[in-house]
């Protein structure tokens, strides 16, 4: 099965800063993985599928990326309602992984 | 608009079964495979496997193979998830979530909590 890794594990910010999360695949997957923001008592929420595609309703600031099995999730300006845990997720025809979780604290 | 409304909260004793429901309405119950997630407190998300609606083909994953039974009733629109020998670290929120074309889970169910106790 793929695993997925994801770093940092916590992370300290502040209102504004620009915010880098890193989702790591143990073998190559194609371009279906997602990330999520989960907020406590929540379900998650999709915010970019496909790596980089936007889903409908999600504010400009996230951003998806990809470099061979490194994917990186962008918060450009974080701003307070940001706060929460991210996880991306791989989904094939065969299985779903999730990541173990980036939680966003505020510094 | 997509709703996936689940049962409610249980209490099991360990070794029982439970059966969570997810009823789905808003949109054309056999056009979307279905997933269930779990999430133990304070952990991640977990997997669990998946129906394909409108065949009612399911797979699950290797952990929960031969505990989990994944079913559908396609004339109410509703999934059900049963999960039997349960043992105290099942206690966790089970989630439904509707698969998208593009292989992401868009819309989630608002959880239902299990807990496993004696």
């Known amino acids: 099965d793929i695993q997925l890794t994801q770093s940092p594990s916590f992370l300290s910010a502040s209102v504004g800063d620009r915010v880098t999360i890193t989702c790591r695949a143990s073998q190559g997957i194609t371009t279906y993985l997602a990330w999520y923001q989960q907020k406590p008592g929540k379900a998650p929420k999709l915010l970019i599928y496909a790596v980089s595609t936007l889903q409908s309703g999600v504010p400009s600031r996230f951003s998806g990326s990809r470099s061979g099995t490194e994917f990186t999730l962008t918060i450009s300006s974080l701003q307070p309602e940001d706060f929460a845990t991210y996880y991306c997720q791989q989904l094939n025809s065969y299985s779903c992984t999730f990541g173990p979780g980036t939680k966003v604290e505020l510094k | 608009q997509v709703q996936l409304v689940q049962s409610g909260a249980e209490v099991k004793k360990p070794g029982a079964s439970v059966k969570v429901s997810c009823k789905a309405s808003?949109?054309?119950?056999?056009?979307?495979?279905m997933h269930w997630v779990r999430q133990a407190p304070g952990q991640g998300l977990e997997w669990m496997g998946r129906?394909?609606?409108?065949?009612?083909?399911?797979n699950s994953a290797q952990k929960f193979q031969g505990r989990v039974t994944m079913t559908r009733d396609t004339s109410i629109s509703t999934l059900y998830m049963e999960l039997s020998g349960l043992r105290s670290d099942d206690t966790a929120v089970y989630y439904c979530?509707?698969?998208?074309?593009?292989?992401?889970?868009?819309?989630w169910g608002q959880g239902t909590l299990v807990t496993v106790s004696s």
């Open positions: 979530a509707r698969n998208t074309y593009t292989f992401a889970t868009d819309y």
């Open positions: 808003g949109y054309i119950f056999t056009g979307y495979f």
């Open positions: 129906i394909n609606p409108k065949s009612g083909d399911t």
